[in-house]
């Protein structure tokens, strides 16, 4: 059975993440600020001072820089500072996504699982694509909305590297369960994701939160949308379904 995107939803906030090379043991992915929608395009903060602590688990931005963070090209991070960037915003973070005119668009997008972009906003194919690059380790987060009735989503399961024990039996496909995970002892909002039995890793810590509150309150299903990556690097990827209980339809 083949998943598409059907019900994108909506965002006006997006959370720039960063996570650290591949040869660096610490591989957290770190938030480090934020895309919000605006009246006119689109506006850029970065995090600072107790929000930045809190948003990463009580690390600082020292912490963060010695993993080797140097700040995003496009807006000079001026630490302790409370600028907002609002001078073509979007349109730099725009140009993480191949253009649209290019012969190989319609296959970027179905990577994500979109059939036809032309109803999405800006704001929703960046959240969507998480606007990846190869070379810098960035991406856009949408921690989405715990209030939607109804989302698809596309997301890499998070620790996948760590969780390989029963890769060999994995189908692309296949169900997946979600299930959340109180007791983690990094994070009380972790949701394991579930395949044959065994752990294959998380729930981004970004959109956790949200999607464990859908599995109280939603019908939630999830698949084995693909694998792929290398045998140093193994990745594992999501599609999960949100829809209204059956409780909630009839209401």
């Not at 995003?72 to 500072?81: C, E, I, K, L, N």
């Not at 380790?137 to 390989?164: C, K, Q, W, Y």
């Not at 309150?217 to 694998?227: F, I, P, Q, Y």
């Amino acid at each position: 059975m083949e998943h598409w995107i059907e019900e994108a939803g909506r965002t006006d906030r997006l959370i720039l993440a960063w996570q650290a090379p591949d040869e660096v043991v610490d591989r957290v992915r770190w938030a480090i600020g934020e895309l919000k929608q605006a009246s006119e395009g689109a506006q850029f903060r970065y995090f600072d001072g107790d929000e930045f602590a809190e948003l990463n688990a009580g690390r600082s931005q020292a912490d963060l820089r010695a993993a080797g963070y140097l700040g995003y090209p496009a807006f000079t991070d001026r630490t302790g500072a409370s600028s907002v960037f609002q001078d073509g915003v979007l349109e730099a973070f725009m140009r993480r996504l191949p253009p649209a005119k290019r012969s190989d668009f319609p296959r970027y997008l179905e990577h994500f699982r979109l059939r036809d972009p032309r109803n999405l906003s800006p704001f929703s194919l960046l959240g969507i694509t998480e606007a990846r690059l190869p070379s810098d380790g960035f991406s856009l987060v949408d921690p989405l909305d715990p209030a939607e009735l109804r989302r698809d989503i596309v997301f890499e399961i998070a620790g996948h590297r760590h969780n390989t024990s029963c890769r060999e039996r994995l189908v692309q496909g296949q169900p997946l369960i979600l299930v959340p995970d109180p007791t983690n002892e990094h994070d009380a909002n972790a949701v394991r994701v579930e395949a044959d039995g065994g752990l294959i890793g998380h729930v981004n810590r970004f959109q956790a939160p949200t999607i464990g509150t859908w599995l109280n309150e939603r019908a939630v299903s999830a698949w084995l949308l693909r694998l792929n990556g290398t045998d140093e690097r193994p990745r594992a990827f999501a599609f999960v379904r949100v829809r209204p209980l059956q409780r909630m339809q009839a209401a």
